[in-house]
C-alpha cells in the first residue's frame, strides 16, 4: 500500500490556522452565510476575524457586518493576487490607486490595450477563487466606492489612518468613472406601482396559507412606505402596536373608520435603533396583515415566517432573499416578467405612486424613511415628467 505524502510542519500549522479562524466565524454565524465560513477562513487574517467579532459586538447591523466581511475578504484575495503580499494596514495610497485602476476601467479602451485595467493573471485568479463573477466588464462604480468605503470603515476600526481622504484618489475615483460612461442601473428595473400590485395581489386569492402570508407581506411592504425586504424579513409582532381607528376622509371625522397600525422600524439601514423611526399602516393592509397574524397563530416572533412544501408553517422568519423570491414568483404568476422586477421595486413603486397622486413629496418621504431628498425626488421626477406636458409638444 502506498504511504501517503506526510504534510510538512508549515502547511499544518497554516491548516490549524484555517480551522481556529473558522471556529471564531462561527460565533458570527446569525449574519454570516454557514457555506462561506472555510472560504473566509481562508483569505482572512486572524486580526481580521478579530475585527469583524468586534464589529458584531460593537451593533453593526447584520447586512452592514455580511457587506463588511464580504469585501474585506475580497480585498484581501485581490492584494494578494495583484502584489504577492497579504493586505497592509493601513493601505498605501498607491495601493489604493492600483484597486481604482484594476477596477474602473474602459472596456473599449481595454480592447484596444490588453494592458488596459485588470492584469488578466490578478482576473484569473479572482475569478477562480470565486470572487469575481465575471472578467467581460468592469464592476459598477458604486460596487467600487462601496468597497472603498468598507476599506475606508475597517481601517478606522483598527485604529489606523488610510489615505482614503487624499485628493488624488478621488480625484482618480471621479476620472475614472466618468470616462467609463457606465450608466447606472436601479436595484429594480420597473417600479411596482399600485396597478401592478393590484395584478400580482390578484394571484393571492386561493385562500390558502402561502396566499394569506404574501397577500399581508407585499400590502404591508408598499404601504408602509416600500419597505426593504430585509426589514420586512426582520420585522417581529413585538414592533406592530395597535391604534385607534381613523376616519378614511380626513375632512369627515364622524365617517367611515380604518384600523390602523403603527410599525416600530428600529435599527434599518439609515436609521438607528435609537431614533425611534415609525411608519403608519391604514386601512386594508392592517386587515391582510391581522388576518395573516390570526391565521398562522403568531403570538410572538417574526411575523413573516416561512411555509414549508407541505403547507406547514415554519418557526423561523423569512429571509430577505426570501421576499425577493416571493415578489417574483409572484409577479411571473401575474403574467408579468419577473426579471423587470425586485423588492426593491416596492420601494420606488411607492414613491412613484405617491408623485402620480400628487402627494407631497416631504408627507411620502416621512413614510418611505428616506433621507436623501434627491434620492426621493427622482421617483416623483419620473412619474411628473411621464405625465406633464414637456415631453407632449408634439404627439
Not at 465560513?37 to 476575524?49: F, I, K, M, N, P
Not at 425586504?229 to 395597535?242: G, H, K, N, P, T
Not at 405617491?354 to 419620473?382: C, E, F, K, T, V
Request: net charge positive; aromatic share 4%; with cysteine.
Amino acid at each position: 500500500m502506498p504511504r501517503l505524502p506526510r504534510r510538512s510542519n508549515a502547511e499544518a500549522e497554516a491548516q490549524e490556522a484555517i480551522g481556529r479562524r473558522a471556529e471564531a466565524l462561527d460565533a458570527l454565524d446569525a449574519v454570516l452565510p454557514f457555506d462561506r465560513r472555510t472560504q473566509l477562513a481562508t483569505g482572512l487574517s486572524d486580526d481580521d476575524v478579530a475585527t469583524l467579532r468586534h464589529l458584531a459586538g460593537a451593533g453593526i447591523g447584520a447586512n452592514s457586518l455580511r457587506a463588511l466581511a464580504s469585501d474585506l475578504f475580497y480585498l484581501e484575495t485581490w492584494c494578494e493576487a495583484a502584489t504577492g503580499t497579504a493586505l497592509p494596514w493601513p493601505a498605501p495610497e498607491a495601493l489604493l490607486l492600483k484597486f481604482v485602476a484594476h477596477h474602473l476601467w474602459d472596456p473599449a479602451q481595454r480592447a484596444a490595450d490588453p494592458g488596459h485595467g485588470m492584469p488578466d493573471p490578478v482576473m484569473a485568479e479572482l475569478t477562480a477563487r470565486k470572487v469575481l463573477r465575471t472578467a467581460k466588464t468592469p464592476p459598477a462604480p458604486a460596487t467600487v466606492r462601496r468597497k472603498l468605503s468598507s476599506w475606508a470603515t475597517l481601517t478606522r476600526w483598527r485604529g489606523l489612518t488610510g489615505a482614503f481622504d487624499a485628493p488624488g484618489l478621488k480625484s482618480a475615483v471621479r476620472l475614472a468613472v466618468r470616462a467609463t460612461a457606465r450608466p447606472r442601473r436601479r436595484k429594480s428595473e420597473k417600479a411596482v406601482t399600485a396597478d401592478i400590485l393590484a395584478a400580482v395581489l390578484a394571484t393571492c386569492s386561493s385562500g390558502s396559507l402561502s396566499d394569506c402570508r404574501d397577500r399581508a407581506l407585499l400590502l404591508t411592504a408598499f404601504a408602509s412606505g416600500g419597505r426593504r425586504r430585509s426589514e420586512m424579513s426582520a420585522l417581529r409582532l413585538e414592533q406592530l402596536v395597535e391604534q385607534d381607528p381613523v376616519p378614511a376622509d380626513p375632512l369627515d371625522p364622524r365617517g367611515e373608520q380604518l384600523p390602523c397600525l403603527l410599525i416600530k422600524l428600529g435599527r434599518t439601514k439609515t436609521t438607528d435603533a435609537d431614533l425611534g423611526a415609525q411608519v403608519l399602516l391604514i386601512g386594508r393592509p392592517v386587515a391582510a396583515l391581522q388576518a395573516w397574524i390570526a391565521r398562522a397563530g403568531i403570538a410572538e416572533g417574526p411575523v413573516f415566517r416561512a411555509i414549508d412544501r407541505w403547507g406547514h408553517l415554519q418557526r423561523r422568519a423569512l429571509t430577505a432573499q426570501a421576499v425577493n423570491l416571493i415578489l417574483k414568483r409572484r409577479i411571473a404568476e401575474a403574467g408579468l416578467d419577473p426579471e423587470q422586477f425586485s423588492a426593491h421595486g416596492l420601494r420606488s413603486g411607492y414613491l412613484t405612486e405617491a408623485g402620480r397622486r400628487g402627494i407631497p413629496l416631504l408627507d411620502a418621504m416621512q413614510q418611505s424613511q428616506h433621507r436623501s431628498l434627491a434620492q426621493a425626488a427622482r421617483y416623483y421626477n419620473d412619474a411628473e415628467r411621464k405625465l406633464g406636458k414637456a415631453a407632449r409638444v408634439i404627439v
